[in-house]
């Protein structure tokens, strides 16, 4: 008995320590001696994760929530790893039996509250983070996580009081400062630069600092009409966010250039899986798609899904691929000898229950543009439509927009350039699209729908097989939660003041007004 409690004792010490690779020996030791050692598998879990072996860490945190069932630590770890490997239904199950335990731990309710957010589960994703800040209102951090739920969910007055009170606490949690200031148009007796331009005169400050206060500057002096002191500030931001990813655009060259050539002309499109729940909204970032996908999901048999990742971890689990990359060349030479079918109903099996087993649900990943000849496949019913964009607007909306930093789909937004030459290449991917695909895919132009909004909702409806509805004409009605970057701007009517904001801009972006051109886009005024 000594022996196995000095074990345990050296088990934990390795944990608090964060010697992974002691608990993990540890760990292996102590279930060799005592396997149905709940804590023991949960630490084995936590060091595996730690080093970076997922399907293992997932292994030992579910045997540890098996064995005490009523642990939530142990449940809401393994309900965070289940999301991290993106088997977001399954997470979602995990994260509700963790509430219904009722924890009082602020890290608990916080941590489900991120779980619910990565599965767009909005609603239950603000009733935990408020939780946790009930529990700890001190938290900067826990408040920041509130504030973000609740802008998704449409309380624009609620976040900003979250978002005050998070800087109150923290003056440095930087990204509380951009986020505030894309909240709400600022107004000239109403906007936070004094204090912006205070923290960036404070002496050296870090990357992160560097990046929020810089964009949270640009933003507010566009706002106010300051548009070259504006961009100044855009391109420090954006430079400093980017300085550490080392993109190059050859590495998207040569994806696109792989996809292209998995499906050439002569291509011949296979059965898949016939079922016609999925509707695909696609295009380049900031394009729109937001706009498309509330017209369409204010139709009562339509539920909205969000922005889901499900298609390509699908493609990739079912070729085999074992590149960091959810999609690279490597996965697209391994994708030629799929079941198809499998794959359509992988994926759609992956949806449920986030889509709320809804005869139809739009999945609005823009960057699905990149799969449209894979869902061709193993989807031969599913709806895809492409909006386009002013190539202007569009590129100067993408170097405006600070994308989620932890994905690889938006490396070429840190540089200007690097988002006309990434524009070029979806372009020339779409127009091979309607070459290989000719009639699947339905595109339409955003200024089309600011002009005329009651006939391109028809036309939406009528192919998407869907029968008219006036609540497509009130979209900003639609009370669903929002969890993009345009979840302030789909709750208003349509206007027109984000359409020619390039011209603002006409001297800053010559050299990439120049760059489209040569590539045979229309850019001009």
């Known amino acids: 008995m000594t022996d196995s409690s000095e074990l345990q004792s050296e088990l934990i010490d390795a944990f608090n320590r964060r010697n992974w690779n002691l608990a993990k020996e540890l760990a292996s030791t102590v279930l060799s001696l005592t396997p149905q050692s709940a804590s023991a598998h949960f630490i084995a879990g936590i060091a595996l994760f730690e080093l970076r072996a997922l399907a293992p860490a ?97 309380d624009v007055g609620g976040a900003e009081l979250q978002l005050e009170a998070c800087l109150r606490l923290d003056p440095h949690y930087w990204k509380a400062h951009l986020t505030l200031s894309q909240l709400k148009t600022q107004a000239p007796s109403s906007h936070h630069l004094e204090r912006l331009r205070m923290l960036l005169r404070q002496g050296k400050i870090d990357t992160s600092a560097s990046t929020y206060l810089h964009l949270a500057l640009a933003k507010e002096l566009e706002d106010l009409g300051s548009y070259s002191e504006s961009f100044k500030h855009l391109v420090q931001g954006k430079t400093a966010a980017g300085s550490m990813r080392h993109y190059s655009i050859e590495r998207d060259e040569a994806l696109f250039d792989a996809i292209t050539r998995a499906f050439p002309c002569s291509q011949e499109f296979q059965s898949g899986y016939s079922t016609e729940q999925a509707i695909f909204i696609i295009g380049m970032p900031r394009s729109g798609t937001t706009l498309i996908e509330r017209i369409i999901s204010s139709h009562p048999d339509v539920y909205s899904a969000g922005e889901l990742q499900n298609f390509g971890v699908a493609l990739k689990r079912a070729s085999g691929s ?66 386009r964009r002013n190539a202007l607007d569009t590129c100067l909306s993408n170097f405006r927009q600070l994308f989620a930093l932890s994905s690889p789909y938006y490396d070429y937004s840190f540089d200007l350039m690097d988002t006309g030459r990434y524009f070029i290449l979806f372009d020339r991917l779409m127009a091979h699209w309607r070459r290989v695909l000719p009639g699947r895919i339905l595109e339409l132009e955003y200024e089309n729908i ?28 639609n009370a669903a939660p929002v969890s993009t970057a345009s979840a302030i701007q789909v709750r208003s009517p349509i206007y027109r003041s984000a359409m020619g904001r390039w011209r603002h801009y006409r001297e800053e972006l010559s050299s990439l007004k120049a760059l489209l051109v040569e590539a045979g886009i229309d850019a001009q005024d």
């Open 58 to 154: 997932l292994d030992h945190l579910q045997q540890a929530s098996g064995l005490e069932p009523n642990n939530s630590n142990f449940l809401a770890q393994y309900s965070r790893m289940l999301s991290i490997a993106r088997a977001t239904s399954e997470a979602l199950v995990a994260a509700d039996q963790v509430m219904a335990l009722a924890p009082t731990d602020p890290l608990i309710l916080d941590t489900i509250g991120v779980v619910y957010t990565q599965a767009n589960a909005h609603e239950r994703a603000a009733a935990a983070f408020e939780a946790a800040v009930n529990l700890s209102p001190d938290s900067a951090h826990y408040r920041f996580n509130l504030a973000t739920s609740l802008i998704y969910m449409g």
């Open 322 to 387: 074992r590149t960091p990359l959810l999609l690279d060349p490597d996965t697209i030479e391994r994708s030629s000898r799929l079941d198809w079918e499998q794959l359509g109903r992988a994926y759609i099996s992956s949806t449920q229950p986030l889509t709320r087993f809804r005869r139809i649900f739009i999945d609005k990943l823009p960057h699905n543009f990149l799969y449209a000849g894979f869902i061709a496949n193993a989807l031969p019913n599913a709806k895809m439509i492409c909006l």
């Open 450 to 477: 600011v002009h005329d909004k009651e006939s391109i909702a028809r036309q939406l409806l009528s192919h998407c097989e869907l029968s008219w509805n006036d609540a497509c004409l009130d979209f900003e009605k």
